[in-house]
C-alpha cells in the first residue's frame, strides 16, 4: 500500500493535465506511453568516515530518511582501501530509489523549496545527461531541505541525484524537465 493513498501529488497532475499533451504535440506522438515520463529518482549520499565513526551513519541515515520518506538502504564497500582504512564491508554510503508518487512528491520539494535555498544558485547545468536522458546533479549540502533540523546536524554531507527518465534522449528530457518547472542555467 503506497503510503500517501488516494492523494495525487500536484507535479504529476501537472505532468499529465498539461505536459503531456504539450509534449505529444511538440514531439508528433499518437501515444501517450511514447512521451517521456519520469521512471525513478536515486538519492545517493556517500559518506566515508562512517566506517570509522557510526554515530556519523546513524545521523546521516536519519536526515536521508526525513527527506525522502523512505528508509535509506546501507551501501558498504566492495574492496578493501588501505589509503583510506576501509575496510571490506565497512557502510560507505546511503542509498534511497523513489518511485510513483513518492518521485514526484520529493521532485516538487526539491524544485519549490530545496533550490531556492542553496547559495549562490543560477540554475543547474543542463549538461548533466547522459545518452539515455537521465539528469544527474549534485548538492553540496544536505540541509537545504526543509525537514532538516538543522540543531541535531553535527555532519554536513552532499548528495547526488539522478533522475532517471524513460523513452527520452537528453534533449527530450530537458524539454520535460523544463515543462515539469526544473531550474536550468540560460545558455
Known amino acids: 500500500m503506497n503510503s500517501l ?17 504539450q509534449l505529444m504535440e511538440e514531439f508528433g506522438l499518437k501515444n501517450t506511453l511514447a512521451v517521456p515520463r519520469l521512471e525513478k529518482i536515486v538519492v545517493n549520499m556517500g559518506c566515508g568516515e562512517a566506517a570509522h565513526d ?14 525522502t520518506g523512505q528508509k535509506p538502504k546501507v551501501c558498504r564497500a566492495r574492496k578493501p582501501i588501505s589509503n583510506f582504512k576501509i575496510k571490506r564491508g565497512n557502510p560507505v554510503g546511503l542509498k534511497v530509489t523513489l518511485r510513483r508518487k513518492m518521485m514526484y ?15 549562490d544558485f543560477r ?25 532538516v533540523d538543522l540543531d541535531k546536524v553535527k555532519h554536513i554531507q552532499g ?18 524537465l523544463k515543462k515539469l518547472g526544473f531550474p536550468f542555467r540560460k545558455g
Request: one cysteine or more.
Open 123 to 147: 540554475g543547474f547545468e543542463p549538461r548533466g545527461f547522459d545518452a539515455k536522458g537521465n539528469y544527474t546533479l549534485g548538492i553540496e549540502e544536505h540541509t537545504i531541505f526543509a525537514e
Open 159 to 176: 548528495m547526488n541525484i539522478t533522475i532517471c527518465i524513460r523513452n527520452s534522449t537528453p534533449e527530450k528530457s530537458l524539454i520535460l
Open 105 to 119: 512528491e520529493f521532485l516538487d520539494r526539491f524544485i519549490t523549496f530545496a533550490v531556492p535555498r542553496i547559495r
Open 54 to 67: 557510526p554515530q556519523i551513519l546513524e545521523d546521516l541515515s536519519r536526515d536521508l530518511g526525513l527527506i
Open 5 to 21: 493513498g488516494d492523494y495525487t501529488p500536484r507535479l504529476l497532475k501537472k505532468y499529465k493535465e498539461e505536459v503531456v499533451p
